[in-house]
């Protein structure tokens, strides 16, 4: 059976909620050697990932099923790690920028699971920022005037 994604994805930071919504028409295809590939629904196999887009407007985004997840400054990832394995993730990655912070997934790397699962890690004590990693296309931006 495959898996059922979220309508709508939010994150939570310091700056407030930001909503993504669901395209039921497109999937994105991983790709090696490179940005996932959006494609129609249809067309994508059982591995795609669902692709989302910001409520507001704006571009695209892909779910990889990653979290970015920051602590309160009195707190690390460490002191968190049983919280966070009952709300049903597994740390991945402690970035050494931000030690109050961590990026987390489903310990079976299930996308849909983890974006449903967003609300639980909101809950726990300490939790200033839930934000699912969304990837969106590379977009160069030249100021005017510039050479």
């Not at 909503?19 to 090696?32: Q, S, T």
């Not at 909101?122 to 590379?138: D, F, H, I, K, N």
Request: net charge neutral.
């Amino acid at each position: 059976m495959a898996d059922v994604f979220p309508e709508v994805v939010v994150a939570f930071t310091s700056r407030g909620e930001r909503r993504y919504r669901l395209r039921a028409d497109l999937r994105a295809h991983p790709r090696h050697d490179g940005p996932p590939e959006v494609l129609a629904a249809s067309a994508a196999g059982p591995a795609a990932l669902p692709v989302y887009r910001p409520e507001a407007s704006g571009p695209l985004a892909v779910a990889t099923g990653r979290v970015f997840v920051r602590f309160d400054p009195a707190l690390s990832p460490e002191d968190c790690e049983a919280a966070i394995a009952r709300a049903g993730f597994e740390v991945v990655e402690s970035p050494s920028w931000a030690p109050e912070a961590a990026w987390v997934c489903d310990p079976e790397r299930r996308v849909a699971r983890a974006l449903a699962a967003l609300p639980r890690l909101c809950s726990l004590p300490g939790v200033s920022t839930v934000e699912p990693e969304l990837l969106r296309a590379r977009r160069t931006v030249v100021e005017p005037g510039a050479p």
